[in-house]
């Protein structure tokens, strides 16, 4: 099923052709109206008429995050106060938010890009889609929402939490796609579970998007398995839109990034050079629609790959796999190298593990995994639990190389999140 089948299909080389005069367009936008890229095109003597090729692109700077905190509030406009239509901000965990404004035809290309996302998972207009984003100022929530109706579900702005509501809403409307966190997803099955609301019996879900944090595929087939139904990886930011910029069509397997919409490049992030067709790294992205607050070659940190295969759903846009990490939310425990999802990966493929867990860095450079176990079979004693307390401190130490101190916990123990959850807790003395 396809939204607008002419764009999703194009070939790569009218891809490519819409493409470099999109990329003309926008620097030329850029060039003539926003102060930050005027000057950063003077330091490189570069001007918009050097831009001839998709190749060029390299020629132009890279934006990054403090960028945009530098620019805070309004300095990367690129219309007039007057033609903005909407504000969101980022989620960032630390400093400053970063402010992302969006003009009438920005909201309406977000929407669309959704609605072309939805439909690539087989959703369509008799749908009830139950949004469990947070609704506020962050993109999650409100450009879903705006794209469901477009494609012309009920939609319910349920927002996140309030498990209890959540199900009587799916009971008495029919809900049969949700959009949820992979952290709440997991708790919403433990919740289900519990409650004795058997989700094939009792629901009529059938699909979820699942996203705005990294996730691993064992969470997937958690989270299907808990809520019965087919989760779909989704994914976004608000510098780009927010939702919408990738997500899997039906064959559930890499994430089209909407390539009319956006430039991608793939760079090692320590030198900033381009890696090679396929191999893993930083997630560059230029914006070629927007007109409020177009960014250039905007650093994602997000680390991933292109599938440098054709998908077998026709759509010619490229896909990527899953976001493994951010490249700056990487550990370094006694040298090496962690991301916080091998550690995922590890607790969710072993039997008796629950889902929620809590990774503490602390004292000179020690970790405790703390993890609750899984509801079925636990009988409210932890103590004689040992043997599989010594199994997963192993487990972990043969996918991350360091051995950490594993903690195991009732079910229910650990706090719980209803956004983006808060894994990690650094609190080493370094
Ligand atoms: P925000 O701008 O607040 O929506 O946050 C965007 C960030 O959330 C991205 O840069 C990613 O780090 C993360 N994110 C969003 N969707 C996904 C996804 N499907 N998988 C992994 N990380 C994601
Ligand atoms: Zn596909």
Redesign the pocket.
């Known amino acids: 099923m396809f939204w607008d089948q002419p764009v999703e299909t194009l070939s790569r080389a009218e891809l490519e052709r819409l493409q470099l005069q999109r990329l003309q367009d926008t620097v030329r936008r850029v060039a003539s109206r926003v102060p930050f890229y005027q000057q950063k095109f003077a330091e490189l003597n570069v001007k918009p008429e050097n831009i001839r090729s998709l190749a060029d692109l390299r020629k132009l700077p890279f934006t990054t995050n403090t960028d945009l905190r530098a620019n805070y509030p309004a300095g990367l406009l690129a219309v007039l106060y007057d033609e903005t239509l909407r504000l969101h901000t980022?989620?960032?965990t630390t400093g400053k938010p970063k402010a992302l404004f969006f003009s009438r035809r920005d909201v309406d290309n977000a929407a669309e890009l959704c609605a072309r996302s939805f439909v690539a998972t087989g959703v369509t207009n008799k749908d009830v889609f139950q949004n469990m984003m947070t609704y506020g100022m962050?993109?999650?929530a409100l450009v879903t929402h705006y794209g469901a109706e477009k494609v012309g579900c009920l939609v319910i702005p349920a927002g996140p939490g309030n498990s209890e509501r959540q199900i009587l809403l799916m009971q008495d409307f029919g809900t049969t796609v949700i959009h949820i966190t992979p952290s709440y997803g997991l708790y919403l099955a433990t919740f289900l579970e519990k409650h004795g609301v058997n989700p094939r019996r009792d629901l009529k879900l059938r699909k979820a998007f699942?996203?705005?944090?990294?996730?691993t595929e064992e969470t997937r087939l958690k989270i299907e398995q808990g809520l019965g139904l087919d989760v779909y990886?989704?994914?976004?930011?608000?510098?780009m839109n927010?939702?919408g910029v990738a997500f899997e069509c039906e064959q559930k397997y890499g994430?089209h990034l909407w390539e009319d919409h956006f430039l991608m490049e793939i760079i090692d992030p320590q030198t900033g050079e381009p890696l090679p067709n396929g191999e893993r790294g930083e997630l560059v992205m230029t914006t070629l629609c927007r007109e409020a607050m177009p960014l250039l070659r905007y650093r994602?940190?997000?680390m991933t790959s292109i599938i440098p295969i054709p998908c077998p759903c026709g759509r010619t846009h490229r896909r990527l796999n899953?976001?493994t990490g951010?490249s700056d939310d990487m550990l370094i425990l006694r040298g090496v190298n962690i991301y916080p999802q091998q550690i995922e990966r590890v607790l969710m493929a072993t039997p008796g593990i629950g889902r929620n867990y809590l990774i503490q860095l602390e004292g000179l450079d020690e970790m405790t995994v703390k993890v609750e176990l899984a509801e079925a079979g636990f009988d409210g004693q932890v103590g004689h639990l040992l043997d599989l307390q010594t199994r997963l401190a192993e487990n972990l130490r043969a996918e991350i190389l360091v051995k950490p101190r594993v903690q195991l916990l009732p079910p229910g123990e650990l706090p719980i999140s209803e956004g983006?959850a808060k894994r990690v807790i650094d609190n080493r003395k370094l």
Do not use: C, H, Q, W
């Open positions: 980022s989620s960032g962050f993109t999650g699942v996203g705005a944090e990294p996730y990886n989704s994914y976004g930011l608000s510098e927010g939702p994430m994602t940190r997000d899953r976001i951010r983006k």
